[in-house]
């Protein structure tokens, strides 16, 4: 197994990054991760003022993958996602959904015990591990980490978790895949800009599927499949992922359009990932079991 020291860090998904490693398809490879203030927030007193904004967001990697080509679809199957044993969050005034109200900014530090962090010494939430910032080199240009896009990046997606698979297309060889800000629990919206963010490991396989033409970033997990589609405005971040999921629908599955809309009307979500980033990310879920009974499955 491959380890990646979280000494390797970047902060923009570029192809111009010289990769921290090689690994061929198949392998198991471990990431690890600085939370999304690469460690600067410890205590209660540590406040964003003091922040270096240029230590933000920073993501371990890249990883070359051997094999993978320009427009091949990469999946990601996330083994194992472990977070440490402390998190923070922050509440920043003007930043966030709920900027405009809050005036006092702060910092809190939330402690682990076993599966359940402690919020403020009486809140007790069940941790549930995922990962913010995902994604693989764009064909051209630079993107910094803290902005989600076709190549994935900063999603804040809670469904990018342990035991379940991301799928990105290529824009370079190799991929130059990479992941961090990680969250040992997170809602959907990341209201204050924020989960409770923490460093820790992320432990993947690697693997080319043929299924040229997915609208990725796609997520499958056990029991849903899921597009998720980024956009400057959450009306034109829903309309991107309904779209998608209509298109999945009607080319892989071979569902008419007709009947693919009603479907997705019975029995389809769509959720918000995050809607605090320079751009916004909306998903839309669609049940396996509907997938199964029209006969398609995912590569296995």
């Known amino acids: 197994m491959t380890t990646i020291s979280r000494d390797n860090l970047f902060f923009a998904f570029s192809a111009s990054i010289s990769p921290a490693a090689r690994v061929n398809q198949g392998d198991l490879v471990t990431l690890e991760t ?6 600067q927030l410890q205590t209660k007193d540590d406040l964003i003022t003091n922040l270096n904004w240029d230590h933000v967001n920073p993501a371990t990697g890249p990883v070359y993958i051997e094999g993978v080509q320009p427009g091949d679809v990469l999946r990601i199957e996330l083994v194992e996602v472990e977070v440490g044993p402390q998190s923070s969050m922050v509440a920043i005034p003007g930043e966030g959904a709920l900027g405009s109200l ?4 702060e910092t809190t530090i939330l402690k682990r015990e076993g599966d359940v962090l402690i919020f403020k010494d009486k809140i007790r939430v069940p941790k549930k591990p995922m990962i913010g910032v995902i994604g693989v080199a764009p064909a051209e ?3 910094a980490n803290g902005t989600p896009g076709p190549h994935g990046g900063n999603m804040d997606c809670t469904l990018i978790g ?3 698979r991301v799928y990105f297309t290529a824009g370079v ?3 130059l895949f990479g992941a961090g800000d990680l969250h040992a629990a997170m809602g959907d919206g990341e209201i204050v800009v924020c989960g409770a963010e923490t460093p820790g490991q992320v432990r993947f396989r690697p693997q080319v599927v043929q299924m040229a033409g997915l609208p990725t970033p796609f997520v499958e997990t ?3 499949v899921a597009v998720i589609f980024s956009a400057e405005s959450v009306d034109a971040a829903a309309q991107g992922a309904i779209e998608r999921m209509a298109d999945f629908l009607t080319r892989f599955v071979s569902i008419p359009l007709n009947d693919a809309g009603m479907l997705m009307s019975l029995v389809g979500q769509l959720k918000f990932c995050q809607v605090v980033d320079p751009l916004k990310t909306v998903r839309f879920e669609f049940p396996k079991n509907v997938l199964q009974q029209y006969g398609f499955e995912m590569p296995a």
């Not at 809050?102 to 900014?105: A, K, L, Y």
């Open 34 to 39: 600085h939370d999304c203030f690469e460690g």
């Open 102 to 105: 809050i005036t006092e900014m």
């Open 141 to 143: 240009g630079s993107v």
């Open 162 to 164: 342990q035991g379940n």
């Open 173 to 175: 060889e190799g991929a």
């Open 222 to 224: 056990p029991d849903l």
